[in-house]
């Protein structure tokens, strides 16, 4: 027995907050913020584009995971 799948509204505070995570990590190196910045442009795309279709929530919290873990 798995655990209920999240709600939408729960799938988009947890959008929000990982960008939010994205914009406040404390980035020593100017290569590493480089490459952060990138990531987190392509993380707000990811999330405007979706939800300009409609797109799930939740489809959009995968796609930001996939990137994540990705770099």
Same mark, same amino acid.
């Given at each position: 027995?798995?655990?209920?799948?999240?709600?939408?509204?729960? =799938?988009?505070?947890?959008?929000?907050?990982?960008?939010?995570?994205?914009?406040?990590?404390?980035?020593?190196?100017?290569?590493?913020?480089?490459?952060?910045?990138?990531?987190?442009?392509?993380?707000?795309?990811?999330?405007?584009?979706?939800?300009?279709? +409609?797109?799930?929530? =939740?489809?959009?919290?995968?796609?930001? +995971?996939?990137?994540?873990? +990705?770099?």
């Amino acid at each position: 027995a798995g655990y209920p799948a999240p709600s939408e509204a729960q =799938c988009r505070e947890m959008v929000d907050s990982m960008l939010q995570t994205m914009k406040t990590v404390p980035i020593e190196r100017e290569r590493d913020r480089r490459e952060a910045r990138v990531v987190l442009d392509t993380a707000e795309k990811i999330v405007r584009d979706n939800r300009q279709k +409609g797109v799930s929530e =939740c489809e959009t919290w995968a796609a930001i +995971g996939k990137l994540v873990v +990705g770099q």
